[in-house]
C-alpha cells in the first residue's frame, strides 16, 4: 500500500512539473507586440477590429498608443532615431519611410517577409498595392512600409448649398474659383462658412494643403543650391493668398483646425467647402459619421496658375523599427491589417465606402467598392496615380515631395515656419512677417546642416 501511494505521489510530482513545463512554454510563447498609430477614424476603426486578429493569433498580444498627428510624429521620430525600441510596429507615412530607411532605422520587410513566409498573411500580394504608393513607400528597391491607406488631395462641397446659391463646381476648379465660391456662400450668421481649410501648426497639417497652394503659385522652398525662397513674391503671394481665404471665407478659428476639426465642420454641413485629404470620402458619405451624405460632391483639387504640385502624395504605412524584439510577431499584425482579408472584413462591418482606401488594384476592381464608393472611388485613383513628387515644381528643385521636403531637417524647420503661418491666420502677424521669419528659420537651420554657407 505505502509503495502504491509512493509511487502515486511521484507521479503527481511529475505530473505538475511536466504542466509548469508546458504553461511556462506556452507563456514563453506568448509575446506583446506595441504599435504607435495615428489617432483618426480608420486607426479607431481598427482597434475595434483586432480582437479578431487576436482570436485568430492568440500567442499576439497587440497594445496600441494611439497619439494625435502631430505628437504621434514627434513621438516616433525620437524613438526611432535615439533607437529606444518602445515600439515593435509604428505608423508613419512616405516622407518618413525612405529618411528612416536610409539610415537603416527600419527592417526591410521584402527581407522579413523571406525570412518568415508563415507570418504573412495568406494572398497578401505586395504587387497588388498601387505602384505609386508602394515606391514612396520603398528605398533602393526594397519595400520598407506596407499602407493602411493612401490619399491624394481632392475638393469636397456641399451640393445643397451650392444648388441653393446657384452655383456649379467644375470638375477642375482652380483656387480663384475656389474663394468666389467660398466669397459667396460665407454665411456666418447662420453658423456657415465659406470653406474649411487647415490652420493648425504642423508640417503635416497645416503646410499639407499650403504647399500645394506654394507649388501651383509658382513657388519653391529651394532654388537648386539649397536656398531658401521663402521671400520670393511667388511664395508671398501663395501663403497671402491662403491666409487671406481662409480670414475672410473661412470657418473661424482656423488657427485651431487640423484635418479632424475641419472634417467635423464639413460633416456637420456647417462648411460650403474642404479642399483636403481624400480619405475623407469614405468618412463623409458614411451615415455613422457625416450628416452630408447625400450632399457631398468631389471634385479635383484646386489648381492655380501653374498645373504642378496641386495634389498630394500620402500614405500612412506600417514599418518595423530594427530595435524590435519581435519582428515575426509584428509582421504578422502588420500583414493582417493592410490585407485583402482586412479590407474586406471593413467592407463588410461598416460599409464599402468605408475601407482604407488608395493602396490595392483589387480594392478598385471590386464590385462592391465601386457600387459603395462610385461617387469617389476612380477619382481618388486618378489622382493618386497622377501626383509627381519629382516633378512638383515649375522650377527646378533638389528635393522631392509635394506637401513636404524631403530631407530630415524639413520636421523641425516645417514646424516652425507653421508657426509662423498660424499666427498670421489668427491675425497676430502680418504674412510678409511670417515669411520673413520663416526664411531666417529656414536659412539657419540649413546653415546648421550644412546644405549653405
Given at each position: 500500500m505505502k509503495k502504491r501511494f509512493s509511487l502515486f505521489l511521484v507521479l503527481l510530482v511529475l505530473s505538475s512539473l511536466l504542466m509548469l513545463q508546458f504553461s511556462a512554454?506556452?507563456?514563453?510563447?506568448?509575446?506583446?507586440?506595441?504599435?504607435?498609430?495615428?489617432?483618426?477614424?480608420?486607426?479607431?476603426?481598427?482597434?475595434?477590429?483586432?480582437?479578431?486578429?487576436?482570436?485568430?493569433?492568440?500567442?499576439?498580444?497587440?497594445?496600441?498608443?494611439?497619439?494625435?498627428?502631430n505628437e504621434l510624429r514627434a513621438r516616433v521620430t525620437t524613438d526611432i532615431t535615439t533607437g529606444a525600441?518602445?515600439?515593435?510596429?509604428?505608423?508613419?507615412?512616405?516622407?518618413?519611410?525612405?529618411?528612416?530607411?536610409?539610415?537603416?532605422?527600419?527592417?526591410?520587410?521584402?527581407?522579413?517577409?523571406?525570412?518568415?513566409?508563415?507570418?504573412?498573411?495568406?494572398?497578401?500580394?505586395?504587387?497588388?498595392l498601387l505602384e505609386a504608393v508602394r515606391l514612396g513607400l520603398s528605398y533602393e528597391g526594397e519595400l520598407y512600409a506596407v499602407p493602411f491607406y493612401a490619399e491624394s488631395s481632392m475638393t469636397f462641397y456641399n451640393k445643397a448649398m451650392f444648388a441653393e446659391a446657384g452655383l456649379e463646381m467644375p470638375e477642375q476648379p482652380t483656387w480663384d474659383q475656389i474663394r468666389e465660391f467660398a466669397c459667396a456662400l460665407h454665411d456666418p450668421a447662420n453658423d456657415r462658412y465659406g470653406i474649411a481649410?487647415?490652420?493648425?501648426?504642423?508640417?503635416?497639417?497645416?503646410?499639407?494643403?499650403?504647399?500645394?497652394?506654394?507649388?501651383?503659385?509658382?513657388?519653391?522652398w529651394f532654388d537648386e543650391n539649397w536656398q531658401p525662397q521663402l521671400n520670393t513674391p511667388e511664395f508671398k503671394e501663395a501663403v497671402n493668398f491662403y491666409v487671406n481665404l481662409v480670414r475672410d471665407c473661412g470657418?473661424?478659428?482656423?488657427?485651431?483646425?487640423?484635418?479632424?476639426?475641419?472634417?467635423?465642420?464639413?460633416?456637420?454641413?456647417?462648411?460650403?467647402?474642404?479642399?483636403?485629404?481624400?480619405?475623407?470620402?469614405?468618412?463623409?458619405?458614411?451615415?455613422?459619421?457625416?450628416?452630408?451624405?447625400?450632399?457631398?460632391?468631389?471634385?479635383?483639387?484646386?489648381?492655380?496658375?501653374?498645373?504642378?504640385?496641386?495634389?498630394?502624395?500620402?500614405?500612412w504605412a506600417y514599418a518595423i523599427p530594427s530595435t524590435s524584439q519581435h519582428q515575426a510577431a509584428a509582421l504578422q499584425f502588420l500583414t493582417w491589417c493592410t490585407s485583402k482579408d482586412y479590407i474586406t472584413l471593413v467592407g463588410e462591418t461598416y460599409g464599402w465606402q468605408t475601407v482604407p482606401p488608395g493602396t490595392r488594384v483589387s480594392t478598385y476592381e471590386n464590385p462592391k467598392y465601386q457600387e459603395a464608393a462610385g461617387a469617389f472611388a476612380n477619382l481618388t485613383r486618378?489622382?493618386?496615380?497622377?501626383?509627381?513628387?519629382?516633378?512638383?515644381?515649375?522650377?527646378?528643385?533638389?528635393?522631392?515631395?509635394?506637401?513636404?521636403?524631403?530631407?530630415?531637417?524639413?520636421?523641425?524647420?516645417?514646424?516652425?515656419?507653421?508657426?509662423?503661418?498660424?499666427?498670421?491666420i489668427a491675425g497676430q502677424i502680418t504674412v510678409d512677417e511670417a515669411l520673413t521669419r520663416g526664411q531666417d528659420i529656414v536659412e539657419r537651420a540649413m546653415r546648421d546642416a550644412g546644405y549653405i554657407q
Open positions: 512554454a506556452v507563456a514563453q510563447d506568448s509575446v506583446t507586440i506595441t504599435i504607435a498609430v495615428v489617432n483618426n477614424p480608420d486607426q479607431r476603426r481598427l482597434l475595434t477590429l483586432s480582437d479578431q486578429f487576436h482570436a485568430a493569433y492568440p500567442n499576439i498580444n497587440l497594445s496600441f498608443v494611439m497619439l494625435p498627428e525600441g518602445s515600439f515593435d510596429v509604428v505608423q508613419i507615412g512616405t516622407f518618413e519611410t525612405p529618411i528612416f530607411a536610409k539610415n537603416q532605422w527600419l527592417a526591410s520587410l521584402d527581407d522579413l517577409m523571406a525570412q518568415y513566409p508563415d507570418n504573412v498573411q495568406p494572398d497578401y500580394d505586395v504587387q497588388d481649410l487647415r490652420g493648425l501648426p504642423g508640417w503635416g497639417e497645416v503646410l499639407a494643403p499650403l504647399n500645394t497652394v506654394v507649388n501651383t503659385y509658382g513657388a519653391r470657418v473661424p478659428g482656423a488657427a485651431n483646425n487640423g484635418f479632424s476639426e475641419s472634417l467635423t465642420m464639413m460633416a456637420q454641413g456647417k462648411a460650403a467647402m474642404w479642399v483636403d485629404a481624400t480619405v475623407a470620402a469614405g468618412f463623409l458619405t458614411d451615415p455613422e459619421q457625416s450628416q452630408i451624405v447625400d450632399d457631398v460632391g468631389f471634385a479635383m483639387a484646386p489648381v492655380g496658375p501653374v498645373a504642378k504640385g496641386y495634389h498630394w502624395l500620402w500614405s486618378q489622382l493618386i496615380e497622377t501626383a509627381d513628387p519629382t516633378d512638383q515644381t515649375r522650377d527646378p528643385v533638389p528635393y522631392v515631395g509635394v506637401q513636404f521636403v524631403g530631407i530630415p531637417e524639413f520636421q523641425g524647420f516645417g514646424t516652425d515656419v507653421s508657426q509662423q503661418i498660424s499666427a498670421a
